[in-house]
């Protein structure tokens, strides 16, 4: 029923910009909440952003006013657009996917609420 597949990570240069998809959404409820979850090695996964039915998003602190998460419901893709990259995003980034209810700001600290997960994908910021 879902299965996750992200792409479109890579390296960048400090101030670069990335676009994150993700694609598997075969599902048909209205009660979700999708998004993407990273992790530095030697830490615990964050939550950087999130997306409902509603179209309400949510972001961390550390990536709000430079990462965009937005939803394509023809091609059932989940975008993250990045931008103002810095070496503190080196991370892997995983898109995630909650099939029980919409998002709620606090989901960004409860990765066990997603009950999938995507493989990853890296996302290098260096010079």
């Known amino acids: 029923q879902v299965h996750l597949v992200e792409s479109g990570g890579g390296s960048v240069q400090p101030g670069g910009s990335l676009i994150l998809s993700c694609a598997g959404f075969?599902?048909?409820?209205?009660?979700?909440?999708l998004g993407w979850f990273r992790r530095v090695p030697g830490r615990g996964r964050e939550g950087v952003a999130l997306?409902?039915?509603?179209?309400?998003?949510y972001y961390s602190k550390s990536v709000k006013g430079r990462l965009t998460i937005s939803q394509d419901n023809i091609k059932k893709t989940v975008n993250l657009r990045m931008v103002s990259l810095s070496p503190e995003d080196t991370a892997v980034y995983y898109c995630?996917?909650?099939?029980?209810?919409?998002?709620?700001?606090?989901?960004?600290?409860?990765?066990?609420?997603?009950?999938?997960w995507g493989q990853g994908t890296q996302v290098t910021v260096s010079s």
């Open positions: 995630v996917a909650d099939l029980r209810s919409l998002c709620a700001q606090y989901y960004l600290s409860e990765p066990d609420q997603f009950a999938y």
């Open positions: 075969q599902f048909t409820t209205t009660r979700y909440c």
């Open positions: 997306i409902d039915y509603d179209g309400d998003e």
